[in-house]
């Protein structure tokens, strides 16, 4: 077992240097732990030398392949702030990320369809504009500098800390920042420390990553498997066949999963679920979005009861845990608190409601954070006893287990994916045949929810399928498809207040009639 001080691919490197340490599930590369921390050197040096010191930002765009992880290491070997951003973003998108974190380097795949031209001119629009601070490299042309550094580490080395971003009160993404710890590379674990006590990790494991690794889970999962040692095997993309293929062919015992990935291994045929050997799977971890029960308790059926649930945010001051068996006796439970305390708070009144009672979800005694540049939304995710919200709402069984049953937010979690619907609105009012909008998320068996645009038309349109392509086709030219909606209803009127608040509420509710959740 790695041992505390060691939890970073140096410290295994010292012990296993030829132990494999990451590997594809598609193309087979891998890199071993020796390796992986030399590369991770060369990179720390490389991002020094680009003029990145220590706790400043960089921010890196591409899809899963084997030097994502080495970009990630170099990038906390050099004490630095890394955001890894999402292939799916646009360049406006994109261009206000690197603005907003104050980044001077951006590291793009060639895959990514942002080119560096494309992105200096959008940096250019911008309120500060783009000067020569910001300097964009391809995957390639990074790892070419890299090459003339040294594999040693840099002198007194200290861990660096991811800052992802997540939507925004105005519907911009805002970067959530995490502390320093100040402490030598290797020092800390998270979500590490979770897998060894919770799911039995070892430097023994092999940990799969299905999702996209810019999101929060498959990085810091992944990067913490690593750190303790196990092998983790990243997929290019998910497939799922292709996963219980990886699974048989590497002895998987960890992996981590949204409930979409479930439906679609659950939707294929019996004969292919047969072929595969998945009896090596100690720990299927889910999180990001709800469960339907009937998918749990299908995978649960399938697989064993290896099947493990989470509650947390990126934001990461509390953390609920749920096992197959605490799962079963308390079926839509997302378990109960092992960080931090839950507490059920009215919205109306900010008193804490007893069990039973459904208000705003609070942890307390959990983790800080801030909102990087957004000194309002940190404030308002906190209340008057230092408890602060992810703007969920539930309630408390009497044995302590949270079940959510809402959002206070309008915020939209599709596949795993969190969608702010405001930028959607503000293109699609813009749009000439658009007199009002509502942009809400309604049921959809793959993905949770969808995206759909509900539209009150101008004098002078009708309501066809063609304007409504045009609509989504509107969207999908200035925004990441994933927060485009996929489907437009028309409507004679939209309900607002008399003071012109828009109810989504109402609208949702029509969606969402006679499903046990609204979310």
Not at 16 to 21: E, F, Q, V, Y
């Amino acid at each position: 077992m790695t041992e505390s001080g060691n939890w970073y691919p140096g410290g295994v490197a010292r012990t296993t240097p030829d132990k494999t340490a990451v590997v594809m599930a598609g193309s087979g590369d891998s890199v071993t732990f020796a390796e992986l921390d030399a590369s991770a050197n060369r990179l720390a040096r490389t991002f020094r030398d680009l003029g990145l010191d220590p706790q400043s930002h960089m921010v890196a765009c591409l899809e899963n392949r084997i030097e994502f992880p080495q970009i990630g290491w170099g990038a906390h070997y050099a004490e630095l702030s890394y955001t890894f951003a999402s292939t799916r973003l646009t360049v406006g998108e994109l261009a206000y990320i690197v603005q907003d974190s104050g980044s001077r380097v951006v590291v793009l795949s060639d895959q990514v369809a942002t080119s560096a031209d494309e992105l200096r001119a959008e940096l250019a629009t911008l309120a500060d504009g783009a000067d020569d601070r910001v300097r964009i490299l391809g995957v390639e042309e990074l790892f070419e500098l890299a090459a003339s550094q040294s594999p040693d580490p840099l002198p007194d080395a200290h861990e660096g800390a991811d800052m992802l971003y997540s939507s925004g009160t105005t519907g911009r993404p805002k970067g959530v920042k995490r502390p320093f710890t100040g402490q030598p590379l290797g020092s800390t674990l998270s979500v590490g420390l979770l897998g060894q006590f919770l799911m039995a990790m070892s430097d023994q494991s092999v940990y799969l990553s299905p999702a996209p690794m810019y999101h929060a889970a498959p990085l810091r999962w992944t990067q913490e498997a690593i750190a303790l040692g196990a092998t983790a095997v990243i997929m290019e993309r998910f497939e799922p066949e292709l996963l219980l293929a990886a699974v048989e062919e590497h002895g998987v015992t960890h992996a981590q999963f949204v409930p979409t990935m479930f439906v679609r291994l659950l939707r294929l045929p019996d004969e292919v679920k047969a072929r595969y050997d998945v009896s090596s799977l100690v720990g299927a971890l889910h999180a990001a979005a709800p469960c339907p029960p009937e998918v749990k308790r299908a995978m649960i059926d399938w697989w064993g009861p290896v099947i493990y649930e989470y509650y947390a945010g990126t934001e990461g001051q509390g953390l609920c845990w749920c096992t197959s068996e605490e799962w079963l006796a308390h079926p839509g439970s997302v378990g109960k608190a092992i960080v931090g305390q839950v507490h059920i708070v009215s919205a109306e009144t900010g008193e804490e409601l007893p069990a039973g009672e459904e208000g705003l979800v609070y942890f307390g005694g959990g983790g800080a954070f801030e909102y990087h540049n957004d000194p309002a939304k940190t404030a308002s995710a906190y209340n008057d006893q230092g408890w602060s919200t992810l703007g969920d709402i539930g309630r408390l069984d009497g044995d302590g287990f949270l079940y959510l049953t809402d959002r206070q937010s309008n915020m939209i979690i599709t596949g795993g994916v969190n969608v702010y619907p405001q930028e959607a609105e503000n293109l699609l009012a813009a749009h000439p045949a658009v007199l009002d909008v509502a942009v809400i998320g309604v049921p959809n068996v793959d993905f949770g929810e969808e995206v759909k645009a509900i539209v009150l038309l101008a004098d002078g349109y009708a309501a066809t399928p063609e304007l409504a392509d045009e609509l989504i086709a509107h969207c999908r030219a200035h925004l990441a498809d994933v927060k485009c909606p996929r489907t437009v209803d028309f409507r004679d009127e939209l309900p607002r207040t008399p003071t012109g608040k828009l109810l989504k509420r109402l609208l949702r509710d029509e969606y969402w009639a006679g499903h046990d959740a609204r979310i």
